[in-house]
């Protein structure tokens, strides 16, 4: 079965960094399409980000620049590292598992919530 | 980026009814468009790939349909557990993108 657990959020104040982690067990992150997610307070989900292949990265319009994805292969973790973060930036995040080959987002964790306030 | 649009916004049916949620896209993703079901306090459940597709343990009685820029998702005989907010997304270009959701509530 796989399972993908969050953690890292917090409160951090606009401008600050925060780093999210994401363990993964039942599948290898290396070898899998492996995102981001995530929904503000009162909002929709919107898709933040990805890494698959050797490495290879996307991200949303609104994030590029500021946060980056990684994994770690040794330990099969996904990270998100966020900077210059905005009040805008506060939701619920959740690391995704995409389907074989990058189709739909099959498998969610519970999430971690991030808040950007002063 | 692609532009995915959702109609309506909300939709006030009762159990056991059909209802049919429609997804727009900016241009055409073919048949690149996923659906999930999301309730509160709950991580989102994929229901549909390739546009008609059901995934893993999703009942017959949710069905998806359309290709190019016109896509629906239809519920047959509405039960208490569907209530809750779906979302279509195409995967067929980055960014992905996400429709602003239909919430399907108890009339």
Redesign the interface.
């Known amino acids: 079965e796989v399972q993908l657990v969050e953690s890292g959020g917090g409160l951090v104040l606009p401008g600050g960094s925060l780093r999210l982690s994401c363990a993964v067990s039942g599948v290898t992150v290396s070898t899998n399409y492996m995102?981001w997610?995530r929904q503000a307070p009162g909002k929709?989900?919107?898709?933040v980000s990805?890494v698959y292949g050797g490495g290879t990265t996307?991200?949303?319009?609104s994030v590029r620049g500021r946060f980056a994805i990684s994994r770690d292969d040794s330990k099969n973790t996904l990270s998100l590292e966020m900077n210059s973060l905005r009040t805008e930036d506060t939701a619920l995040y959740?690391c995704v598992r995409?389907?074989s080959g990058?189709?739909?987002?099959?498998v969610?964790?519970?999430?971690t919530t991030v808040t950007v306030s002063s | 980026?692609i532009v995915m649009t959702q109609s309506p916004a909300t939709l006030s049916v009762s159990p056991g009814e059909r209802v049919t949620l429609s997804c727009r896209a900016s241009q055409s993703v073919p048949s690149?468009l996923?659906w999930?079901q999301?309730k509160p306090g709950q991580?989102?459940?994929?229901l549909?790939?390739?546009a008609s597709t059901r995934?893993t343990g999703i009942p017959a009685r949710f069905s998806g349909g359309g290709s190019g820029t016109e896509f629906t998702l239809t519920i047959n005989s509405l039960q208490s557990e569907d209530f809750a907010?779906y979302?279509c997304?195409q995967?067929s270009r980055?960014?992905?993108?996400?429709?602003?959701?239909t919430k399907v509530e108890v009339k």
């Open positions: 995102s997610v929709g989900l919107e898709w990805v996307f991200y949303a319009d959740y995409d389907q990058g189709g739909g987002m099959e969610w964790g519970q999430g | 980026e690149t996923a999930y999301h991580a989102p459940r994929l549909i790939y390739g995934a907010v979302y997304q995967y980055w960014p992905r993108t996400f429709g602003q959701g």
